[in-house]
């Protein structure tokens, strides 16, 4: 388990093994081990590839948890 609080408006993320929840206030994705859980505010898509995506919003914490 590891969190991080922090104030950003984007993310990008390689290496993910997919998205399994997405809402205007949390993204969660699958890692190869773990979850990448992000919590914020007015989240976007702004690109998604099969193992990349580009996250926009106010990012508030970042949170890893192996699973």
Do not use: W
């Amino acid at each position: 388990f590891y969190k991080k609080h922090i104030h950003l408006d984007k993310v990008y993320i390689e290496n993910h093994r997919g998205l399994s929840a997405f809402s205007d206030r949390e993204v969660k994705l699958r890692l190869s081990q773990g979850q990448l859980s992000i919590k914020g505010e007015g989240f976007i898509i702004k690109a998604i590839l099969p193992e990349e995506i580009l996250i926009e919003g106010i990012i508030s914490s970042v949170t890893y948890v192996n699973e």
